[in-house]
């Protein structure tokens, strides 16, 4: 029987996965330490960022990251990255309370999830999809588990966006294409697709 990350993840954008990481490094992670990745599925992610830290780990199945504590000590990571995860959970508090614990006083995490509100007709394509959330969702369930300075946005998955800023005006506009024609390519596609991309603080 083929497995999730078989049938959702055939073949993996290694290069989107690396310049995703580089973002996201630059702009968040402004030291070298210890990192998480919750959620980490292929190790790709887990890969890309380990040049830019002193130990990097990831946490994925057969870990069960609903119901188990985490295999760490409290305090040990100074990041925690999640992308594409916990839409799949139905206990966020436990992950969240989880993460909290792992990660050292004042340290950060970032996760990424799909955006609700331009996903809803999507959302279910993946049968494995059980918890959608909304910008204002998300932030609640990180203010409830204990975490401080909660910043939220919109993102989108088209590394042009990232790298000049001038020209996020593209994905509005191509937003206006009619819903049938936005599978036909990946700009149509993740310029209506949003993700929600949340920083927050121990």
Known sequence: MPTYLEVEYPKINRRYVRELTRYIVKRFFTATGRL???????????????????????????????????????????????KSTLEHITNTQHVLLETGRVL??????????????????????DSTHVKPFTKKGLMQAFQLAGFRDIKCEYFYQLPFTWRHGWLR???????????????????LRFSNERMLLLRARR
């Open 36 to 82: 998480l990745d919750v959620g980490s599925g292929t190790g790709d992610y887990v890969y890309f960022f380990s040049p830019f830290f002193r130990q990097t780990e990831g946490l994925d199945v057969p870990f069960d990251l609903e119901n188990e504590y985490f295999p760490y000590p409290d305090n040990h990571f100074d990041y925690v990255f999640s």
């Open 104 to 125: 050292a006083t004042g340290g950060i995490v970032v996760f990424m999830v799909p955006d609700w509100n331009s996903q809803w007709k999507s959302f279910y394509d």
């Open 169 to 187: 005006f593209v994905p509005h506009i191509l937003d206006l294409v009619p819903y049938g024609w936005r599978m036909c390519c990946k700009l």
